[in-house]
């Protein structure tokens, strides 16, 4: 093997390393020292550390690596603060669809997950809220009803407990495997925000790359505030549909937080260094005066 | 008919010649008066909305609008709403509740347009604050699934106290070929997916997501228009009337209820 392939194999291990963190600690209870990432956007390698030291933000070129849900919830709660609720909420294979049992227990198994949206209450500066997170490497962050049901817990106790609601979501969309049962969660959890946006709740929900399909189109567009992380893809239908759709290349940057906020759907851009404290500044502007 | 798999009833659905949107209209409702446009950007052809007498009860409508040929399929874009046509429905919704009409719609698209102009003006905002008002309404909604019903861009018709569907409709998370090219590559295991993804009113009946079966002349709702809406018509009165008995606080409360509940789990409707 020349260097040039034992650097392709090296960043392909590290990528598997990446993939299956969880799996790796667990049943080898260490990573390696050395674990490295390339950046997607800018093609420099970084350490691991020196990635969540800079909370996976590129150093050099500052794109926005993906998180796990407790990477999230570590960057955004005060240490010691995240009481993770239905956490052992699992999915069933309600339509008896082929390969679905299997893809769970991988996904389970890669991501160390019991579904793709972890959620729970926590301090936020100091102030209490109720923060979800949504996490792609469970077959995409796709919502099905398990997800679906957990998104609307997450906003019912928030209601009840008169704490803020932060959502971040990073999804495919709806789950297939789940059918028409899935596209059902979109109501679900719209109905539910509503309820909770009358009943004077606060909800910022902060879109990460990917937010596509199904939860764009319920929940994560009814924010009070609508916040995206830098360069996430946003948008209902795929960039590839469109394209066979229309017959014709997408311009550079469409669909992009930045074109969003251009359009007039988000509120702002954030980047995760300032995420935490723009929310809690959000968080305590929006108090309700009694 | 019962014998018929998912595949045919999605090509029973999709027939030129079967009843769509207008047809009913027509037969059910008598001085429907269309009312366009979502007062901010344009009209929605795809989305057909007004308001109407009901034997004698003001409502409110909304529909797919399909074409029954190329050139008026071109002209309503294949039933392929526009954020337009989510905002023009939200703009008739809200008149509806000022004025305590019903409101009743009927459901027959492929989904939501995945164009350009469609993301750039905020498809999936305008789907969500259409299903997120739906939701909250005060007035009875009736909807029924009379041809197909693909992914969210019919879901947003579709957040109602009645779900209704014909016998040989379809309701999907997504149309069988963007199914299977979603899942594996290949969109022309359409057949395939169509059957896997239990899209048909029986399937969602037995799981809780709809609350009717409307029954079809044999052979489908094509070779006898009239008598299907007829059959349409008896059922969605029924509800619509029943409905307008509720109290508006228990309406919102039962029609959260409803969709909360929905997890997947077989179950006998023995409540709605």
Redesign the interface.
Not at chain 1, 178 to 188: C, D, F, P, R, Y
């Given at each position: 093997m020349d260097t040039f392939e034992i650097k392709r194999h090296k960043v392909e291990l590290m990528k598997y390393l990446r993939k299956n963190l969880e799996f790796v600690k667990k049943e080898v209870g260490v990573l390696p020292e050395n674990m490295i990432e390339k950046c997607p956007s800018c093609r420099t390698v970084f350490s691991y550390k020196e990635l969540s030291e800079n909370l996976r933000v590129c150093p050099s070129c500052g794109h926005h690596f993906k998180m796990t849900a407790y990477e999230r919830i570590d960057m955004m709660c005060d240490e010691g603060s995240f009481h993770e609720l239905a956490a052992g909420a699992v999915s069933?294979d309600?339509?008896d669809?082929?390969e679905y049992r299997r893809v769970l227990k991988e996904a389970k198994q890669q991501s160390g997950l019991n579904e793709a949206y972890v959620f729970g209450t926590c301090r936020i500066n100091a102030r209490h809220a109720v923060i979800g997170v949504l996490d792609s490497s469970f077959i995409m962050g796709s919502m099905?009803?398990?997800v679906g049901?957990k998104i609307?817990l997450s906003i019912e106790i928030a209601q009840r407990k008169k704490y803020p609601l932060v959502i971040f979501s990073a999804s495919g969309g709806?789950r297939?495997q789940?059918?028409?049962?899935?596209?059902?969660?979109?109501?679900?959890t719209?109905?539910?925000?509503?309820?909770f946006?009358?009943a004077g709740g606060l909800f910022i929900s902060i879109l990460t790359d990917p937010t596509?399909?199904?939860v764009?189109?319920?929940?994560?567009?009814?924010g009070d505030i609508i916040i995206a992380e830098p360069g996430a893809l946003?948008?209902?239908?795929?960039p590839r549909?469109?394209e066979q759709?229309?017959g014709e290349k997408?311009p550079e940057g469409?669909?992009r937080s930045e074109y969003l906020l251009e359009?007039?759907?988000l509120d702002m851009i954030v980047d995760r260094i300032h995420m935490k404290e723009t929310v809690a500044k959000l968080m305590s502007l929006n108090e309700r005066r009694s | 008919m019962a014998q018929l798999s998912a595949y045919e009833k999605l090509g029973l659905a999709r027939r030129n010649d079967r009843p769509r949107t207008m047809d009913y209209i027509d037969q059910m409702f008598s001085d429907f008066i269309e009312l366009k446009g979502d007062r901010c950007y344009g009209d929605d052809p795809a989305v057909v909305g007004g308001i109407a007498f009901y034997k004698g009860i003001p409502v409110t409508v909304l529909g797919n609008r399909r074409g029954k040929n190329v050139e008026e399929n071109l002209r309503f874009n294949f039933g392929m709403p526009n954020p337009e046509g989510y905002r023009k429905s939200q703009r008739l919704a809200r008149q509806a509740e000022k004025f305590g009409r019903p409101v009743i719609c009927f459901i027959d698209t492929p989904g939501a347009y995945p164009g350009k102009g469609a993301e750039e003006r905020g498809q999936g905002q305008a789907i969500a604050e259409n299903i997120a008002l739906f939701s909250d309404l005060s007035v009875p909604v009736v909807s029924i699934v009379i041809g197909e019903g693909g992914s969210g861009g019919a879901l947003a018709f579709g957040a109602a106290d009645s779900v209704l569907m014909m016998e040989n409709a379809v309701y999907e998370i997504l149309s069988p070929e963007g199914f299977a090219s979603i899942l594996w590559r290949n969109s022309s295991l359409a057949s395939r997916a169509c059957r896997l993804m239990k899209p048909t009113a029986q399937d969602l009946k037995e799981l809780g997501i709809i609350d009717e079966i409307v029954s079809e002349p044999p052979g489908g709702a094509h070779t006898d228009p009239r008598a299907a809406i007829k059959n349409a018509d008896r059922a969605v009165y029924g509800h619509v009337t029943r409905l307008l008995k509720e109290d508006p606080d228990a309406l919102v409360e039962n029609r959260y209820r409803k969709y909360r509940r929905i997890d997947g789990r077989r179950r006998q409707m023995q409540h709605t």
């Open positions: 069933h309600v339509l669809f082929p099905g009803s398990v049901e609307a709806a297939m789940e059918g028409t049962v899935s596209l059902m969660q979109m109501a679900k719209a109905s539910a925000i509503k309820r946006d009358r596509t399909g199904g764009l189109a319920s929940y994560a567009s009814l946003i948008g209902f239908a795929g549909v469109i759709t229309i997408l469409f669909q359009h007039g759907f | -």
